[in-house]
């Protein structure tokens, strides 16, 4: 197996391993024996463990960013409605990978800028905030478009842990979604 294709291969076995158990099965231990190779050989090309869980969570940043595209690509409608779509893009994600959206915004691999998960996030972040820019040309799209993710990341955690179905008493994460964008963007035009 080539260099390229190991490395690979690790990548992929934590993806996996991350996707069915989450972000506490994500030892180098048990990514080599999935992989099939000694425990030693992650090392060789991701020195440190952070390295290869940045390397795992890129993937998701990856896959985010291109679902978000797909899902407003030749897309006629206004930005606000491009972000709600952008916005259950996300929660769906999130809550389909909750292993994956946990290791995404570990804030410990974030600060580590040599391992570029940073860069990896400001994609889908610049994305958001120029739609933000044209839905609130009143306001700082960066600042608006950091507080609806932090509000559609805490969305994605209550509702995966239970919480805002018992507090709201919805079964869909759509009218959060709706009152999430009517605090950040202002009530939606009828």
Do not use: C
């Not at 099939?36 to 992650?42: C, F, L, Q």
């Not at 610049?126 to 700082?140: N, S």
């Not at 559609?152 to 709201?168: E, P, V």
Request: proline share 4%; aromatic share 6%; net charge negative.
């Amino acid at each position: 197996m080539s260099d390229d294709s190991l490395r690979t291969r690790l990548i992929d076995v934590g993806v996996d391993l991350v996707t069915a158990e989450g972000i506490d099965a994500l030892t180098l231990r048990e990514i080599a024996r999935r992989a099939g190779v000694s425990h030693g050989a992650p090392r060789r090309y991701f020195p440190t463990h952070l390295e290869l869980l940045s390397a795992i969570a890129r993937r998701g940043f990856t896959e985010l960013a291109a679902q978000g595209a797909r899902a407003i690509e030749g897309s006629t409608a206004g930005p606000r409605e491009r972000i709600g779509t952008l916005g259950r893009v996300y929660l769906d994600f999130a809550l389909a990978n909750r292993g994956m959206h946990e290791l995404m915004f570990r804030h410990d691999l974030l600060e580590s800028g040599k391992l570029g998960l940073r860069e990896a996030s400001l994609p889908v972040f610049a994305l958001l905030v120029d739609l933000v820019g044209q839905a609130r040309p009143d306001a700082d799209a960066r600042l608006v478009a950091g507080a609806l993710l932090a509000n559609l990341y805490g969305i994605a955690q209550l509702w995966s842990w239970g919480s805002l179905q018992l507090t709201t008493g919805a079964d869909d994460f759509a009218p959060l979604l709706r009152t999430a964008l009517d605090a950040h963007l202002g009530p939606e035009e009828r």
